[in-house]
């Protein structure tokens, strides 16, 4: 049975997904609880290695070869190795041996193992579609080498460097009229030939009005081609131009690059982004009022604190000030270097032994 702690939960998951996937050293195990899956893939063990082994030659299947010279003994190789692709998937640290062996926190290696998995799954459904049209390559190749061809070079060009601008509505209409008048020219031409060549043959003689007919149309479509070809820009360009540096290696090398950047995405939106992007958003507290008067009392009770302490302080300042005032010496009558209250207590000395002698 499921259970209720992230890790068992996680166990559970990365359960099925070896099941699904159609992992053969889980098959005949039977396990239903969560401990024991948390066991099985969490504990340090061969069979846990072998799991490991497993999934990393689904995901990249030119490690079975290296895996098979590394002797059964030597599970520290293959631990370098596990650890060394974990980090090329961006899933692990350089070091991390000990995620690897089964000893860092169960949580850490269950994330690791979700995380192998689910590119295991995106890698299985790639190369069935890789497998279902196993000949994609070799046509793409082919259509690259035509495309590339110097037949179709000037085309590359033209639709690397486009500069025609969208006709006018007159051209269209223009164009309109002449297509059905080409479209007529076109029904009536085999009985045109059948004629001419009956009048040749002597059935007959060549009608003047046919041949001025003809001559107007065809000096009327001779000057409406003139005029589309002046409209295309594109047609005068230089076939040595900009475009003509293009190379099929460098179309190859762009390809690429798009490919791979496409491929780091993918992995990138799977492992880190899909999560968040499938999320629900927040439900909204109906009684935000509350939260919001809080906020202001809060806001309010904060500005009388400010206040007060900016009192305080003052009210310091000014007793610092009449303290130095008070302290501070001062010549008073007949060149006497007196403080304030000196001088006091003298003057009142002074007056009670004038109301002494009087």
């Known amino acids: 049975m499921a259970g209720n702690s992230k890790p068992q939960q996680l166990s559970v998951r990365v359960y099925s997904a070896l099941q699904s996937i ?21 504990t340090p063990s061969l069979h846990r290695m072998d799991i490991l082994k497993w999934i990393c030659i689904r995901i990249c299947p030119f490690l079975r070869e290296k895996f098979s010279t590394i002797k059964s003994e030597q599970t520290e190789e293959v631990v370098k190795e596990i650890t060394r ?36 799954q995106d890698s299985n459904d790639t190369s069935s579609k890789e497998n279902s049209s196993g000949d994609d390559v070799v046509r793409n190749e082919d259509l690259l080498k035509e495309l590339m061809s110097p037949d179709h070079l000037s085309d590359l060009v033209q639709l690397m460097n486009p500069v025609c601008n969208p006709w006018s509505a007159h051209i269209r209409d223009h164009l309109r009229a002449l297509q059905s008048t080409l479209t007529k020219t076109n029904n009536t031409k085999s ?5 001419r060549t009956h009048q040749h043959l002597g059935f007959g003689k060549i009608d003047g009005n046919d041949l001025t007919k003809a001559k107007e149309l065809l000096q ?17 360009s230089d076939p040595a131009g900009p475009g003509a540096s293009l190379s099929p290696c460098a179309l190859k ?10 491929t780091a995405f993918s992995h990138v939106y799977h492992t880190d982004f899909k999560g968040y992007c499938q999320r629900a958003p927040p439900v909204l507290d109906p009684q935000a009022h509350l939260f919001q008067s809080v906020h202001q009392l809060l806001h309010s009770c904060n500005m009388e604190l400010e206040a007060l302490q900016q009192l305080s302080e003052t009210s310091s300042s000014l007793a610092e000030t009449v303290k130095h005032r008070q302290t501070e010496k001062r010549y008073w009558a007949k060149g006497e270097k007196h403080t304030l209250p000196n001088r006091l207590e003298s003057l009142k000395n002074r007056y009670a032994a004038f109301l002494n002698h009087h």
């Open 253 to 262: 090398l762009a390809i690429s690059d798009m490919a791979q950047l496409m």
């Open 85 to 120: 692709f974990g980090h090329e998937m961006m899933l692990c640290k350089p070091d991390d041996q000990q995620l690897i062996q089964g000893l860092a926190t169960p949580l850490r290696q269950l994330l690791f193992l979700d995380e192998l998995l689910m590119i295991a």
């Open 220 to 236: 009327s479509t001779q000057t409406a081609l003139a005029e589309l070809h002046k409209e295309c820009e594109f047609l005068h």
């Open 191 to 195: 009985s045109d030939i059948n004629n």
């Open 22 to 42: 159609g992992c053969p050293l889980v098959d005949g195990l039977y396990l239903t609880e969560a401990d024991q899956m948390q066991e099985l893939l969490c």
